[in-house]
């Protein structure tokens, strides 16, 4: 069991840049969950996946924000036009089919907006 | 909509000390209660959890207990250890969403001096 993997793990870039950040959920499990943490404050859902379908988006997900999943396996979440704000860290976690509370959080991607 | 709140820290002890970290919630449905841990560098870790009213929950020394009279779940240690030193997160999951979201209060910091 390699748990849930996050790539990178530290992101620096200039405002305005577009960023990609990839998850590798565990293998059989067939949810992904994408969650922003800033500092100082608890995980805020943003959007989930069941296999390669995308069920459900946060209100917090703007129009820059766009999460993919092709064929069920790994996911990208790509920030389009960064903004400070944009700046927090991005966690995925994965649960096993019939959902449940079995969630396995990967250790994030930290993304700081200069 | 749905809510956590949880005590503000940093919450600061000696070792052996008792342990209590206070949540309360909001919720329109029939909430499942959870305490995540997350530990310098590391991903969330699930401490433990409780689905139904009065259900206690508990793992490696930890409890916690299902409040429904006073929408409560706090945390609690009767001996922590320097190694406990970590951030604890309450969070919810209303099982009449289907997508098993978490909703997460702000967390609370814990340091145990030797």
């Known amino acids: 069991d390699t748990g849930v993997s996050q790539d990178p793990r530290h992101k620096i870039t200039k405002r305005g840049q577009n960023v990609t950040f990839r998850c590798d959920p565990i293998s059989e499990h067939n949810r992904l969950y994408w969650y922003r943490q800033t500092l100082g404050q608890g995980p805020e859902f943003l959007t989930y996946f069941q296999n390669e379908a995308q069920l459900e988006k946060s209100r917090l997900l703007s129009d820059r924000f766009s999460a993919e999943r092709p064929k069920g396996s790994f996911s990208t979440l790509e920030i389009q036009r960064t903004e400070q704000g944009d700046s927090a860290m991005y966690l995925c976690?994965?649960?096993?089919?019939?959902?449940?509370?079995?969630?396995?959080f990967g250790s994030g991607t930290r993304l700081t907006v200069v | 909509g749905n809510s956590v709140t949880q005590m503000e820290g940093p919450v600061t002890l000696s070792e052996e000390a008792f342990l209590t970290i206070n949540c309360t919630y909001t919720?329109?449905?029939?909430?499942?209660l959870f305490w995540y841990v997350q530990y310098p560098g590391e991903g969330l870790q699930l401490l433990l959890k409780a689905t139904k009213a009065d259900d206690k929950g508990s793992n490696k020394g930890f409890e916690a207990t299902y409040r429904k009279e006073t929408t409560s779940f706090h945390l609690e240690k009767g001996s922590v250890q320097v190694s406990d030193s970590a951030v604890y997160f309450c969070?919810?999951?209303?099982?009449?969403?289907?997508?098993?979201?978490?909703?997460f209060g702000g967390g609370t910091r814990l340091m145990v001096k030797p």
């Open positions: 976690a994965s649960t096993p089919p019939g959902g449940g509370y079995g969630y396995t």
């Open positions: 919720a329109t449905g029939y909430p499942s």
């Open positions: 969070a919810l999951s209303d099982v009449l969403n289907a997508g098993n979201m978490l909703t």
